[in-house]
C-alpha cells in the first residue's frame, strides 16, 4: 500500500498530552476482518488519528501481503529488502542463547528462504553512514558556535567547572547538611548565558524523542542533529542508491526495517521520507524484535532449527578475521545505542584540537567523566593538558533526564556541547518492541536480562567506519567528493517541524 502525501503528521487535531507512563501500549485498529495491533510507544501522546493510520499499514500481514502478490501478480512484483538492527539480533541472541552471527545468518535463511524475500542487509553498516555524518555536523556547529560567541561562553563555564571541582575536593572534609549547601551552590550558572542554537547538539535517532520535542518542546529543534538515523540512511541506501545500481525504480522496491522500538514505525512515516518522485517511502514497514519472533510463531518455525545462511555481500559489515580466518560479524564501539557519542568525541577531538587518542568509553578507560544521579546520566569531559575542558558531552535516556536536559537549554544553562538523548530509560537495547524477559523474575531480574542483551550486543567487535572499506568506497561513488553538497544533504540529513500546542506547561509533566 503506498503512503498518501496527502496525509501528513501535522494532522494533530486529536493531539493528546504526553502520558504519563514511559512506555504506553496503544491499541490501533486496523480494520474488521484483522483484529487489533497492539504497539507501545515511548509516549502515546504522540500518536495521533493520522499517525495511527499510517502505523496501521506497518505489520507482518503487510510483508505477507507483498510476497504473495509477488508469487500470484508478476505484473506487480516488487523486491524485497530486510534490514536488521544489531539490537535487535542481540535481543534475539540472548533468548536463544545465540551468538550474534549465528542469529543473523539465521535470519538471513528465515527471510530469504523460508519466506522468499531477496535481500538481507545490517544496519550497523547504514550506522556508519549515520556516525560520519553526525560527526560531521558537529564539527561544522561547534567551529559556528566558537565563530559567534562561543568562546565567551566557554570561558564562564570553565569557570564554573574549577568552582566545582573545588567545591568536591572541599566536600569531602565537611558535615553532610554544608556538603549540600555548597553542592548546590556550585550548579548554579549565571542565567543570563547566551544559550545558542548550534550548541548543544542533540542526537536525532531516537524518533521518540524526536516527536516529544517537536509537539512539545519547539525551541530545542534547532538544536537536533539533522543527520539522518541509521535506519533512514539504510532507507537512502536502499531506494537510492541500490535502485539505481540494480535499474529499480524505488516504488518496486518494498524495504522492512527490524528495529528495536515502535516508536520507529513513527519515523519511516515522516512525510520527510517520502520520495514523492516515486511514491514511495524510504523505509516501507518497520516490524519489532518481537513482532518478527511472533513470524516464528505464525510460521511454525523452531528458531533454533533454522539453518545459517550465506550473507549478503552488499550492506552488511561482516569480513574474515585474520587471527581466526573465520567470518566475523563487526559492530561499532560504545553504547548498545549506536556508538553517536563516543564517535563524535573522537572525531571531534581529532578534527578540532589533534588529539588522536580518545577512549572507546571516556568513562571507564579514564577519568575524565562522572556518573550523574542515576545510570541513564553521564557525563563526559575531554581535556586539555592543562586540565581546561575542551568538550563535555552527556548522555540523556529516559523522559525525566530528557525534561532536565531542556530546562537547561531553555534557560541557557546547559554547559554540555552534545547529548545523546534517548526516550527508553537503558536506551536501545532496552526499546519498546524488544523480546520481554522470557525468565521468571525469581530466575533473572529485569535488569539482568538487559544486562545480559547488552553484553552480547557488546560482544561484536567494534570497527571504526573510517575503516570500514565497502563504506568509503558507496560513499564515493555514491554521494562523491563534496560531502557539503545539495545532493548530499538531501540523502543524507532531514529536518524537523515544530508543532504549537496548548499544554500549560509540558516541562510539568511527571513521567
Not at 524526536?210 to 512539545?216: L, N, P
Not at 558531552?393 to 525525566?400: K, L, V
Request: glycine share 6%.
Amino acid at each position: 500500500m503506498a503512503f498518501s502525501s496527502a496525509l501528513v503528521l501535522t494532522d494533530l487535531n486529536d493531539y493528546i498530552a504526553p502520558s504519563q507512563a514511559c512506555i504506553k501500549p496503544v491499541e490501533i485498529k486496523k480494520s474488521e476482518n484483522s483484529g487489533p495491533v497492539q504497539t507501545r510507544f515511548s509516549h502515546s501522546g504522540c500518536v495521533t488519528s493520522a499517525e495511527s493510520v499510517l502505523i496501521s499499514m506497518q505489520s507482518q500481514e503487510e510483508l505477507y501481503g507483498i510476497l504473495k502478490t509477488n508469487l500470484t501478480d508478476p505484473g506487480k512484483h516488487r523486491t524485497v529488502v530486510v534490514s536488521i538492527s544489531p539490537q535487535s539480533r542481540a535481543s534475539i541472541a540472548a533468548k536463544y542463547n545465540m551468538t550474534p552471527l549465528s542469529v543473523h545468518q539465521r535470519l538471513v535463511s528465515f527471510f530469504k528462504h523460508h519466506l522468499g524475500v531477496h535481500h538481507v542487509f545490517d544496519t550497523s553498516f547504514s550506522r556508519d553512514l549515520a556516525l560520519v555524518e553526525a560527526a560531521r555536523e558537529f564539527v561544522e556547529r561547534f567551529r559556528l558556535y566558537m565563530a559567534n560567541g562561543g568562546d565567551k561562553i566557554e570561558a564562564s563555564f570553565q569557570q564554573q567547572f574549577e568552582m566545582e571541582q573545588q567545591q568536591q575536593q572541599q566536600q569531602q572534609q565537611q558535615t553532610p547538611d554544608r556538603r549540600a549547601r555548597r553542592r548546590k551552590a556550585g550548579t548554579e550558572i549565571s542565567g543570563n548565558q547566551q544559550q545558542q542554537q548550534h550548541i548543544p547538539m542533540l542526537a536525532s535517532s531516537c524518533p521518540g524523542w524526536v516527536c516529544y520535542a517537536e509537539k512539545t518542546h519547539g525551541a530545542v529543534i534547532p538544536h537536533i542533529a539533522t543527520a539522518k538515523s541509521p535506519q533512514q540512511m539504510m532507507g537512502s541506501l536502499i531506494k537510492d542508491y541500490l535502485a539505481k545500481k540494480t535499474d529499480t525504480p524505488p516504488n518496486a522496491i518494498y524495504h522492512v526495517a527490524i528495529m528495536p522500538c515502535y516508536d520507529k514505525k513513527l519515523e519511516a512515516s515522516r512525510p520527510d521520507f517520502f520520495l514523492e518522485e516515486f511514491d514511495t517511502r524510504e523505509v516501507d514497514c518497520v516490524l519489532t524484535t518481537g513482532e518478527v519472533e511472533k513470524m516464528f510463531q505464525e510460521q511454525g518455525i523452531d528458531f533454533h532449527h533454522v539453518p545459517e545462511a550465506q550473507v549478503d555481500d552488499m550492506f552488511n559489515k561482516m569480513a574474515i578475521d585474520p587471527v581466526s580466518h573465520v567470518t566475523a560479524l563487526y559492530g561499532t564501539s560504545g553504547s548498545s545505542s549506536g556508538g553517536f557519542l563516543e564517535y563524535i568525541m573522537a572525531t571531534a577531538a581529532r578534527e578540532l584540537y589533534g588529539i588522536q587518542d580518545v577512549p572507546a568509553d571516556p568513562l571507564r578507560d579514564n577519568n575524565n567523566g562522572r556518573m550523574g544521579k542515576n545510570a541513564d546520566v553521564r557525563e563526559y569531559f575531554l581535556l586539555a593538558d592543562d586540565g581546561r575542558v575542551l568538550l563535555r558531552f552527556a548522555t540523556a535516556f529516559g523522559f525525566r533526564n530528557i525534561q532536565n536536559i531542556v530546562r537547561k537549554i531553555k534557560t541557557g544553562k546547559c554547559s554540555y556541547h552534545y547529548v545523546e538523548v534517548m526516550a527508553c530509560p537503558g536506551g536501545c537495547a532496552n526499546g519498546g518492541g524488544q523480546l520481554a524477559n522470557p525468565n521468571a523474575e525469581e530466575v533473572m531480574s529485569a535488569k539482568d536480562w538487559l544486562n545480559r542483551v547488552e553484553n552480547i550486543y557488546q560482544s561484536v567487535p567494534g570497527v571504526a567506519p573510517e575503516q570500514n572499506e565497502m563504506i568509503k568506497t558507496i560513499y564515493r561513488e555514491w554521494i562523491g567528493d563534496d560531502p557539503t553538497s545539495d545532493r548530499a544533504k538531501r540523502l543524507l540529513r532531514t529536518q524537523y517541524h515544530a508543532v504549537t500546542q496548548h499544554l500549560a506547561n509540558p516541562l510539568a509533566t511527571k513521567w
